[in-house]
Each structure stands twice: as C-alpha cells, then as structure tokens.
T-cell receptor, first 113, second 121 residues
Framework: SQKIEQNSEALNIQEGKTATLTCNYT??????LQWYRQDPGRGPVFLLL?????KEKRKERLKVTFDTTLKQSLFHITASQPADSATYLC????????????FGRGTQLTVWP | DAGVIQSPRHEVTEMGQEVTLRCKPI?????LFWYRQTMMRGLELLIY????????DSGMPEDRFSAKMPNASFSTLKIQPSEPRDSAVYFC???????????????????FGPGTRLTVL
C-alpha cells in the first residue's frame, strides 16, 4: 500500500524565515502531489498541485518541488508569518481513473514573532 | 456556492446509539469522500463515491459503518451501534475531475466540509 511520511509532526520557526516541510512517499510514483492547509477546527484547504513532470510550482510566498528520483516533495513558505501557523498535509494521486488521494499525517507549523 | 455542508457540527451520544452524519457536496462535483481524523491515525479515507456509486469502501472499519448517496446532492454516514473508539472528527469532501482522453484524472482538488466532531460516551 502507499506510504506517505511527512518529515516531522511539528516545526517551529521565527517570523521572516523560510519554512521547509518534507513529504516522502514509497511504492508507487504519483501522477501528482497536492498540498493542503488545515487550521484547528476546520477542514483541509487546497493550496497547490504539482505534477510528476514538473520540478517546481510557485504561488505567492509558497513553493513546491517534486523529485521523483528521491520520491520526495518539499513545501516552502518564504517570509513566514504567524498567520502561516497551521498543519500542512501532503496528498498524492497515483494516476488512474479512480479519484482517491492518499494523505500524509501532516506537519504542524508554528511561526513565532 | 456555500461549499460542502455537513451536519451536525457536533454530536455527543452514548455507546450503543445510532449516529447519522450528513453531507451536501458542492453542486456539480462528481466525487464524494468520507474521512475520519484522529490524533493517532491522522486523516483516514473511509469510503468514496463517484456519480453516487460507491467505488472503494475498504476504509470502513467494520460492519457498524455504512454510507449511502441516494442522489448527487446528499450523502449519509451511519454508525450503528456506536462505540467510544468511534470518537473522531468526520469530514466529507467533494471534488470534480478533469480527465484526459484515456480517462486519467489530471486534476482533482478536494473541497472539505467543516467536519462533524463525534463524541461517543
């Protein structure tokens, strides 16, 4: 079965620094990866999608990379702010006619002033 | 659109009682997913539907859990009888897929509801 590991359960950084979150997967190579943000008491919210043939994707202060050789995706938040504090989940799609995503357990990011 | 709607938002019940969770997906979405989230196990997929048809229910923990989708705008997740270990936050999510000529999904962002926090005493 697909296994997804996110580097750590918690990451604490100072405001203004770059946060880097890691998502590693085993077994199947995904057609694409998605990253979600989850705030306490709320459902996950989609942030970015990166396909297997893409190396990097950016959206404002967010950047995602995808290395199919290392079986790893990195999620970066530059110039981090306390408002970026949340849990970030990666999810992969294996590439089939079916629609399910496989989610990691998430990394809780805290940005302190 | 109001997004994915779930009810109730909170449910407290006693062991052995029947619990029904409800979900209204976003209009036009052809996929509906039921997830359970706990601190110990993270976000687990229980079952999902495509065009109202159950596709994969391998995540349903046991026969006490059942899910239905009688039409494109409504789904239920039922637990009967409920047990304390069922306590968790249950999310419903919906999505629509862009497919290539081979039927492979090229995009399927999932939209999550606010969740139902279930406590079984």
């Amino acid at each position: 079965s697909q296994k997804i590991e996110q580097n750590s359960e918690a990451l604490n950084i100072q405001e203004g620094k770059t946060a880097t979150l890691t998502c590693n997967y085993t077994n199947y190579s995904p057609a694409y990866l998605q990253w979600y943000r989850q705030d306490p008491g709320r459902g996950p919210v989609f942030l970015l999608l990166i396909r297997e043939n893409e190396k990097e994707k950016r959206k404002e202060r967010l950047k995602v990379t995808f290395d199919t050789t290392l079986k790893q995706s990195l999620f970066h938040i530059t110039a981090s702010q306390p408002a970026d504090s949340a849990t970030y989940l990666c999810a992969l799609y294996r590439g089939s006619t079916l629609g399910r995503l496989y989610f990691g357990r998430g990394t809780q990011l805290t940005v302190w002033p | 659109d109001a997004g994915v709607i779930q009810s109730p938002r909170h449910e407290v019940t006693e062991m052995g009682q029947e619990v029904t969770l409800r979900c209204k997906p976003i209009s036009g979405h052809d996929y509906l997913f039921w997830y359970r989230q706990t601190m110990m196990r993270g976000l687990e997929l229980l079952i999902y539907f495509n065009n109202n048809v159950p596709i994969d229910d391998s995540g349903m923990p046991e026969d006490r859990f059942s899910a239905k989708m009688p039409n494109a705008s409504f789904s239920t997740l039922k637990i009967q009888p409920s047990e304390p270990r069922d306590s968790a936050v249950y999310f419903c999510a919906s999505s629509w897929g862009i497919r290539d000529s081979g039927g492979i999904l090229s995009y399927n962002e999932q939209f999550f509801g606010p969740g139902t926090r279930l406590t079984v005493l």
